[in-house]
């Protein structure tokens, strides 16, 4: 299902889902990677985007702009769903590339840069992640 058929329309609490966009891509299951592993995870994304949870709710996030998010104050329980799509480096620090449904205006045309750090990660973002696929 493509985005365009499906938008994110819950802002009022509503899902707008329409059966007739259906593009018959079906999945039955989903694979968890091992928690709290950047390594995992950085495995998984080799041919997979990946669904995460994160704790969304701290200001710090929420007015996150540009740059590598490196604050450790936002939190661990878990309250909004987030893709991480790739990961990268700079100035010798990796970091998660991470898709927000919070449209094009939230930090970097919708994307955000998390520093990788060992355990939970930053915001929780290593403690579920997972692909779809058949089981």
Same mark, same amino acid.
């Given at each position: 299902?493509?985005?365009?058929?499906?938008?994110?329309?819950? #802002?009022?609490?509503?899902? /707008?889902?329409?059966?007739?966009?259906?593009?018959?891509?079906?999945?039955?299951g %989903?694979?968890?990677?091992?928690? &709290?592993?950047p390594?995992?995870m #950085?495995?998984?994304?080799? +041919? +997979?985007?990946?669904?995460?949870?994160?704790?969304?709710?701290q200001?710090s996030? /929420?007015?996150?702009s540009?740059?590598?998010?490196?604050? %450790?104050n936002?939190? %661990?329980?878990? &309250?909004?769903?987030?893709?991480?799509?790739?990961?990268?480096?700079?100035g010798? =620090?990796?970091y998660?590339i991470?898709?927000?449904?919070?449209?094009?205006?939230?930090? =970097?045309?919708?994307?955000?840069?998390?520093?990788?750090? &060992?355990?939970?990660?930053l915001?929780?973002?290593?403690?579920?992640?997972?692909y779809?696929?058949?089981?």
């Amino acid at each position: 299902m493509s985005e365009a058929s499906y938008p994110y329309t819950a #802002k009022d609490g509503t899902c /707008q889902y329409s059966s007739s966009n259906n593009t018959g891509v079906m999945t039955t299951g %989903t694979h968890n990677i091992t928690a &709290d592993s950047p390594s995992s995870m #950085k495995a998984a994304l080799e +041919n +997979n985007i990946l669904s995460v949870a994160i704790q969304a709710n701290q200001l710090s996030f /929420q007015m996150y702009s540009t740059g590598i998010f490196t604050n %450790t104050n936002c939190g %661990t329980n878990l &309250d909004h769903a987030t893709n991480v799509v790739g990961w990268g480096t700079s100035g010798g =620090m990796d970091y998660w590339i991470m898709r927000n449904s919070w449209g094009s205006s939230w930090g =970097m045309n919708g994307y955000m840069e998390l520093e990788i750090v &060992d355990g939970v990660g930053l915001c929780g973002i290593q403690m579920q992640p997972n692909y779809p696929g058949t089981n």
